[in-house]
């Protein structure tokens, strides 16, 4: 902290009330002084803000006038958005690499069975390897879903969407006929 007096007579009397004030907490070395930010105060100064610190003071020459500087150091925890920022930071990036791989597999899926839907002489095995991949996506959004990435109502209507499009396949060729809804009486 650096403290600039602008008078001589409240100068003298901001370095009165300084000398009597100790609050050395096992504070060893003043390099890291460098890294608490600059605080002006008057010289009505209350003895508490520097409670839980530790108080150094060193006059300087300037010409023409005197300051004194003084810093202070509190035990504070880090700051809580700073570390927030960061924590959210990692999870935006774990949260990415989740997501991309729901895509990626959701994206292979669907091209597998457009594949299958287009070719004319498919048999009920190709669509084995499908499935496979339909059970790799399905555990991907699940795993998505377990730890927060996804909402689970967003991962379900992913499942659907896949299982929609694997059944639209098959009855497109005819490898499954749907059974008509009964009427409730």
């Not at 003071?57 to 300051?67: A, C, N």
């Not at 009920?124 to 339909?134: A, C, N, Q, R």
């Not at 879903?145 to 996804?150: D, I």
Request: aromatic content about 4%; overall charge positive.
């Amino acid at each position: 902290m650096a403290l600039h007096c602008l008078s001589s007579s409240s100068c003298l009397t901001i370095q009165s009330k300084f000398k009597t004030l100790s609050l050395n907490n096992n504070s060893s070395s003043h390099s890291s002084f460098a890294t608490f930010k600059s605080l002006c105060f008057s010289n009505k100064l209350s003895h508490n803000v520097f409670s839980t610190g530790s108080l150094t003071m060193s006059p300087i020459q300037r010409p023409m006038r005197h300051s004194v500087v003084c810093e202070a150091a509190t035990k504070k925890k880090a700051d809580s958005a700073a570390k927030r920022a960061r924590q959210a930071e990692k999870r935006r990036i774990y949260n990415k690499s989740r997501k991309s791989e729901v895509k990626t597999r959701m994206k292979k899926v669907l091209e597998a069975l457009d594949g299958l839907r287009k070719k004319p002489d498919a048999q009920p095995e190709e669509v084995l390897p499908v499935e496979k991949l339909i059970a790799e996506a399905y555990s991907v959004i699940d795993k998505a879903v377990k730890v927060g990435t996804l909402h689970r109502n967003t991962g379900a209507r992913r499942k659907s969407r896949l299982a929609r499009r694997k059944k639209a396949v098959e009855i497109h060729h005819g490898w499954y006929t749907p059974t008509p809804a009964e009427t409730v009486q």
